[in-house]
């Protein structure tokens, strides 16, 4: 075994220990800046193993990327990191499919099958990833419409590319380098169109789910064009972030109750079937609702916020994407600090999919400095909301809604939610009485221990903050 794989395979643990220490709050920068450390040195080598260390115009192309992700990492807000991960995951796709291009146009003269084959594997999942996460950024941004968008006869139009790609596959392991560069760029330009088609057809509710299948893109397109190139330091690494991300979309998959091959296909989750079968509207999910017994404790009468906080010993704030459009976050420190200086006992409960990507209510809370042994997960704190006094729901709405449980057939049945309701008190801070993305109208809003405060939540939780500071 030579020094370079040596390095390769002592380069690949790093990242994997960095993955592993990014998996729990506390140690996650750690995790980040070890498997930022590693890439770098995993730079370095392929450089010196291809004598190129001295070449300029890499160094000059490390330092222009390089200064322009600590831009971006300064000044991208917490709240479009979402965005940011995507695009990040486009860039990786894309540089695997440069990375083919730039091999085969340079081999002409000779490429072996196997070569051949893979690099058409990597331009096909690069440009594919490329697209579809640009798309991705787009539609987290509401640049693009949050709706799943589909052409007609969008399936025999998939079908149609999925034998195209055959084709092009087989006739790039018979045909002559020289027709294989055209092939390669037909191959590209199609993987585009269909990156494009693949995430508009997504609903803007299933992004947490694309986002984390568009990383594990990204790291199968390195590890095919590495095996292309026949780097195995590209392999190991491309393979390990294609694994990691392959596991986290399971899991979000999983907390969502949904197949993956439903969020790809942007099919909404069936309606309620009622007789001549006929399907329930958004509207009349609430009818559905107010029929199912929902067993919630009854607050004796109707107390004020203040007297609810006062009486209060243990409390539990779930935050939701509201909070973060709201960018209330601030103000939710302050809240967070304000109960603990009454001698409370306050956690966080964090649903895996409370925005539009995996660990997002995560980043925008420790940004603001709420200790990481404050947020609970949902497995965690489920079985805690029983014993908690008040839940503060700040912007959330999907992942409360106790339908979620009951009303078998709507869009959200099945999915796990926060048993909020079964506190004593529940105070919700939304925007207004409006559904979530799931189109259900939320039956916590209606039960007799629960106060819902619309408006802006940063506007809303300040006033709050300033009532039950007094």
């Known amino acids: 075994m030579g020094g370079y794989q040596v390095i390769s395979i002592v380069l690949s643990i790093l990242v994997l220990i960095g993955i592993k220490l990014m998996s729990s709050p506390k140690t996650a920068r750690q995790g980040n800046a070890l498997s930022a450390l590693a890439m770098l040195l ?38 479009q990191m979402p965005q940011m991960v995507a695009l990040l995951n486009g860039l990786g796709g894309g540089a695997s499919l440069f990375v083919v291009l730039v091999e085969i146009s340079n081999n002409l003269t000779y490429m072996a099958v196997f070569s051949k084959v893979s690099g058409l594997l990597a331009l096909m999942v690069g440009g594919i990833t490329l697209s579809g996460s640009l798309i991705a950024a787009g539609k987290l941004d509401r640049k693009i419409p949050q709706k799943p968008v589909s052409l ?80 195995p330091l590209l392999v190991s690494v491309g393979a390990i972030v294609g694994a990691s991300g392959l596991i986290l979309t399971q899991i979000m998959c999983r907390a969502m ?13 069936k309606k309620k079937t009622v007789s001549n079968n006929e399907t329930t509207t958004s509207h009349e999910v609430r009818v559905i609702e107010e029929k199912i017994n ?3 404790p009854k607050a004796p009468r109707i107390k004020s916020v203040e007297e609810i906080i006062d009486e209060a010993k243990k409390i539990i704030i779930v935050p939701g994407y ?28 964090i649903h895996p999919v409370a925005g539009r990507m995996p660990g997002h209510m995560n980043v925008l809370l420790a940004e603001v400095d709420i200790s990481y042994d404050k947020l609970k997960e949902m497995d965690e704190i489920n079985d805690k909301f029983k014993e908690t006094d008040v839940v503060i729901v700040i912007g959330a709405s999907d992942v409360v809604n106790p339908a979620a449980n009951t009303a078998e057939g709507t869009p959200i049945y099945g999915m796990p939610v926060l048993n909020t309701e079964e506190a004593k008190h529940v105070i919700v801070f939304n925007l207004d009485d409006k559904p979530g993305y799931s189109g259900v109208d939320n039956a916590l809003y209606t039960m007799e221990h629960v106060q819902l405060i619309t408006g802006n939540a940063s506007e809303t939780v300040n006033e709050f903050n300033l009532k039950i500071a007094k």
Do not use: H
Not at 59 to 72: K, N, P, Q
Not at 329 to 346: A, I, M, P, R
């Open 42 to 79: 995993a730079i370095i080598s392929i450089m010196l193993y291809n004598e190129v260390l001295t070449v300029p115009l890499l160094w000059a192309g490390i330092a222009v990327g390089g200064t322009i992700g600590c831009i971006l990492a300064y000044k991208v807000k917490m709240i």
């Open 152 to 231: 007609p006869g969008d399936k025999v139009i998939s079908a149609l590319i999925m034998i195209a790609f055959a084709v092009l596959i087989v006739l790039s392991a018979i045909c002559s380098n020289l027709t294989l560069l055209a092939i390669a760029i037909i191959t590209a330009l199609i993987s585009l169109i269909y990156g494009v088609m693949f995430a508009m057809r997504v609903g803007g509710g299933d992004m947490p789910i694309t986002i984390s299948l568009l990383n594990s893109f990204s790291g199968l397109a390195a590890s095919i064009s590495g095996l292309t190139i026949g780097d």
């Open 257 to 269: 109750n949904r197949s993956l091959l439903d969020v790809l296909n942007g099919a909404a989750r």
């Open 294 to 296: 929902i067993k919630a």
């Open 322 to 349: 509201g909070m973060a459009v709201a960018q209330a976050q601030n103000q939710v420190k302050t809240l967070f600090d304000l109960l603990e200086s009454k001698g409370k006992e306050v956690n966080f409960a």
